[in-house]
């Protein structure tokens, strides 16, 4: 079974900090990762995709992915009221399936 | 920007009624997913299709399940007898190519089922 993991939080950080999540996952024949945002009751929003080791930078927001750990995190700079959701970690696999294996997600809470 | 859409955006159906949930994915994209979440559960996979067969599916996907590309634009989930257990949102996704291209969701459909 394929697994990918996240704390579920809540993760509470202070407007204008860093909020760091983070996701393991346990298949290492792995090839894509992505980050989405979701708000309550609302849909998965792709905010980033990373393919390669190393960090991806994309505005207020930075991926980073360590293949030989099985990790991937997401940075977000200067973390506004408006980031509060929940962040999902999905990783497909290997070879020519593409389905996208979800974690449960990390609800995030930026206190003005 | 393109989207996906998804309709209804809300299903209420009696336990064993047939439903079909619609989707149109972007107009560009070949390659059309399913996925539900389960209220406070994680986002699961249920199928993959492309070049008007499946391509993936997972153990929920069972012979309840179908899906049909019935025209150039649409997609649709079809649950022929549905249960309680079906309650969930769907969502339908796209994306351009297969490997390393993003998927991009619909706003999902809410199926209750009493």
């Known amino acids: 079974q394929k697994e990918v993991e996240q704390n579920s939080g809540p993760l509470s950080v202070p407007e204008g900090a860093i909020a760091s999540l983070n996701c393991t996952y346990s298949d290492r024949g792995s090839q894509s990762f992505f980050w989405y945002r979701q708000y309550s009751g609302k849909s998965p929003e792709l905010i980033m995709s990373i393919y390669s080791n190393g960090d991806k930078e994309d505005g207020r927001f930075t991926a980073q992915l360590n293949k030989a750990s099985q990790y991937v995190s997401l940075l977000i700079r200067d973390s506004q009221p408006s980031d509060s959701a929940t962040y999902l970690c999905a990783v497909r696999g290997g070879g020519s399936n593409y389905k996208l294996t979800f974690g449960k997600g990390t609800l995030l809470t930026v206190n003005p | 920007e393109p989207e996906v859409t998804q309709t209804p955006s809300h299903q209420v159906t009696q336990m064993g009624q047939e439903v079909i949930l619609r989707c149109v994915p972007i107009?560009?994209?070949?390659?059309f997913y399913w996925y539900r979440q389960i209220l406070g559960q994680k986002v699961e996979f249920l199928v993959s299709f492309y070049n008007n067969e499946i391509s993936e599916k997972s153990e929920i996907f069972d012979d309840q399940f179908s899906v049909e590309r019935p025209d150039g634009s649409n997609f649709t989930l079809k649950i022929r007898s549905t249960k309680l257990e079906d309650s969930a949102m769907y969502f339908c996704?796209?994306?351009?190519?297969?490997?390393?291209?993003?998927?991009?969701f619909g706003p999902g459909t809410r199926l209750t089922v009493t």
């Open positions: 996704a796209s994306s351009r190519q297969g490997a390393s291209y993003e998927q991009y």
């Open positions: 107009s560009n994209h070949l390659y």
